[in-house]
């Protein structure tokens, strides 16, 4: 019969055309986890699910699959989703859209403007996630980023590529440093992640302390605290993806990032939310993993840089909790913030002698060199002594290195101190060093580590460009060699 065969060439066809396959259907929502039967998808791509009884749509992505089970996870507020609801697969991963136009713009974790402008209309697409440049690819680190930070300049500088992480407790001016250099780095991009902050913290930030200049220069990405764990992860990766764009573009960027642990936060939620074992002090496996492989994205490329500032929680005094001893040995320096300084109104409160530049004998002249290890000694000095100077117990005239240590404290201290306003150029930087220690510290070290290829880099560094190719998997890391180099100083009291 006719009509059978037309029936049975019907059926036959809509068993190939398995519908599962690009829609699926909500069977569970259990905490953060959405359980979907269906569509066909990766992990990691990104799906819709429409809630009609909600804002009409929600971004999901796909963390785990079980049998014919989707798990997944919102980038919004689940509002309104319930059984039933379609879940359409996007075919694809995260992708921000990215120009130049972002500059002064704010994002949200998927590269939606949030700051009530229109969004950024772009052919040009980044992967969220992505790989880090292959490490024979990396330039290395040879020349100097200045912060417009005199401390930071001075005795901790930082290269171009360079990853640190400040480790601070709350309230001791991680975001207020960080306004610092977004406004007054010799960068030509900023890019800001503010990952888990408070929504009054991301508005103080963006209106206080980067004001309308900063952010002219600047790229925001924010994910606050009220937002769901997967998009303070994502949003993490976004500000990523945008660095990234404007490093291949040829530029040197500033990644400016607060704070890696509330990004370790998120992915411990979204981690136990999937039933991961929680390991170290209740963070799961997945967030030592995924720690390394975000900071390793940034750094330098065959194209251009990212320098990192990367700000990490400590509580009370504890540098060795998960979360700082994973980045730490991950990053190329530390800065510590002390709440002891900031109580004495020592802004910024940078401690210098917890803290280390891993590359600044590299990105350095040696003059500056040396002068940053000689005000360094001069504040180990006094504060091995500051006890008893402070009871009046040392008599002047008994030990001359800690004569010259208190002679020289207050111009030191006013050296470190620095008003929020107040911008020092790398010349004034180094020009009151020299008045401090009495070296002169030549003009080209200066201006001078700017250019490459000038002749006035370390010996050392002249072969190593990226075209030898040779050891440049640890490029823009210290070797046990190098870390030699270092001034006595500096290597004493890295911790
Ligand atoms: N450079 C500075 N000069 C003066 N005050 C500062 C400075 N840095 C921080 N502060 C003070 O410390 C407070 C907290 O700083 P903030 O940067 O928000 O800390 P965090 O981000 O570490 O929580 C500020 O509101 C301000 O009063
Ligand atoms: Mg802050």
Do not use: W
């Not at 699910?49 to 980038?75: F, N, S, T």
């Not at 769901?228 to 660095?243: D, F, M, Q, S």
């Not at 050891?471 to 870390?483: C, H, I, L, R």
Request: charged letters at 25%.
């Amino acid at each position: 019969m006719a009509s059978a065969s037309i029936i049975d060439k019907y059926l036959e066809t809509t068993e190939e055309v398995d519908p599962i396959k690009c829609i699926g259907r909500i069977v569970k929502v259990q905490g953060l986890l959405i359980e979907s039967r269906g569509p066909q998808a990766i992990i990691g791509e990104l799906c819709r699910i429409e809630v009609p009884k909600g804002r009409g749509r929600i971004h999901a992505e796909v963390v785990g699959l079980r049998e014919d089970i989707v798990q997944l996870m919102a980038y919004e507020d689940t509002d309104g989703i319930e059984v039933g609801n379609r879940v359409i697969a996007s075919g694809g991963r995260l992708e921000i859209p990215v120009s130049r136009q972002l500059l002064g713009r704010v994002l949200d974790c998927m590269g939606h403007t949030v700051d009530g402008r229109s969004d950024i209309a772009s052919n040009i697409r980044y992967p969220a996630v992505n790989t880090p440049p292959e490490p024979l690819t990396r330039r290395r680190v040879t020349q100097r980023i200045v912060t417009g930070v005199r401390s930071i300049d001075g005795l901790l500088a930082v290269g171009r590529g360079q990853r640190l992480g400040i480790f601070a407790g709350s309230g001791v001016g991680k975001s207020t440093l960080l306004g610092m250099i977004a406004r007054n780095t010799s960068a030509d991009v900023n890019v800001v992640a503010l990952i888990g902050e408070r929504g009054r913290e991301v508005n103080d930030f963006i209106a206080g302390d980067l004001g309308p200049e900063g952010l002219a220069r600047s790229v925001i990405v924010v994910s606050p605290s009220n937002s769901p764990p997967l998009a303070r992860l994502r949003g993490a990766y976004t500000a990523t993806a945008v660095a990234e764009y404007f490093r291949d573009l040829g530029l040197d960027v500033m990644l400016l990032f607060d704070s890696v642990t509330r990004f370790a936060r998120a992915q411990r939620e979204i981690g136990l939310a999937s039933g991961e074992p929680p390991a170290t002090r209740g963070y799961t496996p997945s967030v030592f993993d995924s720690m390394p492989k975000l900071l390793e994205r940034c750094g330098t490329s065959d194209k251009g840089t990212i320098t990192g500032f990367y700000t990490i929680l400590v509580d009370g005094d504890d540098l060795d909790e998960p979360v700082s001893d994973t980045v730490r040995g991950t990053l190329d320096g530390h800065i510590v913030l002390s709440r002891r300084l900031a109580e004495a109104n020592h802004y910024p409160a940078v401690d210098v002698l917890g803290s280390i530049s891993r590359l600044a004998p590299k990105v350095s002249g040696e003059v500056t060199r040396k002068a940053a290890g000689y005000i360094r000694r001069l504040l180990a000095v006094y504060g091995e002594s500051e006890d008893l100077i402070n009871v009046g117990a040392y008599h002047q005239g008994t030990n001359p290195a800690i004569d010259e240590a208190v002679a020289k404290k207050p111009a030191i201290d006013s050296f470190l101190v620095q008003t929020v306003e107040e911008k020092s150029s790398l010349v004034e930087t180094l020009q009151v060093m020299s008045e401090i220690t009495g070296l002169t510290i030549p003009v080209e070290e200066m201006e001078g580590f700017k250019t490459a290829g000038t002749g006035i880099f370390p010996a050392e560094d002249k072969t190593g460009g990226p075209e030898d190719g040779g050891g440049q998997d640890a490029a823009d890391k210290v070797s046990p060699g190098e870390a030699a180099l270092l001034p006595a100083a500096e290597t004493e009291t890295a911790r």
